[in-house]
C-alpha cells in the first residue's frame, strides 16, 4: 500500500518561499509520478507540477513556472516542491499524489494522496 505524507507548509509573507515535502513509503517507485496539486476554498483542486520518478522528468502548470521547482531524493524517497516568489493566491492545501508511468494533470487520474498540508501566504 502506498502512502504519502506531506509537511513543510506554514503562513508566509508575499515574495518568500517555503519547501513541502512527500514522503513516500510502501513500495518501490521508479515506475511512478509523482505529482502536487493544490485546492483553495471554494475552489476545484489544481495541478502544480509532478515529477516522473526514473529519470526526473518535470512538468509545471503555467502559474508556478519559474518560481516553483519539483525534485525527488531516491535514496529518502521523498518529493520536494520548492516554491519562491510566493503570492497571495498560491494560498491553499497542498497535496501530493502518485500514480503510474505517465504525468497527468487531472487529479482523478492519481490513485494515491496524502492527507494535505496548508500553506497561507499574507500580502
Known amino acids: 500500500q502506498v502512502q504519502l505524507v506531506e509537511s513543510g507548509g506554514g503562513l508566509v509573507q508575499a515574495g518568500g518561499s517555503l519547501r513541502l515535502s512527500c514522503a513516500a513509503s510502501?513500495?518501490?517507485?521508479?515506475?511512478?509520478?509523482v505529482g502536487w496539486f493544490r485546492q483553495a476554498p471554494g475552489k476545484e483542486r489544481e495541478f502544480v507540477a509532478a515529477?516522473?520518478?526514473?529519470?526526473?522528468?518535470?512538468y509545471y502548470s503555467d502559474s508556478v513556472k519559474g518560481r516553483f521547482t519539483i525534485s525527488r531524493d531516491s535514496a529518502k524517497n521523498t518529493v520536494y516542491l520548492q516554491m519562491n516568489r510566493l503570492k497571495p493566491e498560491d494560498t491553499a492545501v497542498y497535496y501530493c499524489?502518485?500514480?503510474?508511468?505517465?504525468?497527468?494533470?487531472?487529479?482523478?487520474?492519481?490513485?494515491?494522496w496524502g492527507q494535505g498540508t496548508q500553506v497561507t501566504v499574507s500580502s
Open positions: 510502501g513500495r518501490t517507485f521508479s515506475s511512478y509520478v
Open positions: 515529477i516522473k520518478w526514473s529519470g526526473g522528468y518535470t
Open positions: 499524489a502518485a500514480r503510474i508511468l505517465t504525468i497527468q494533470t487531472e487529479w482523478n487520474e492519481y490513485d494515491y
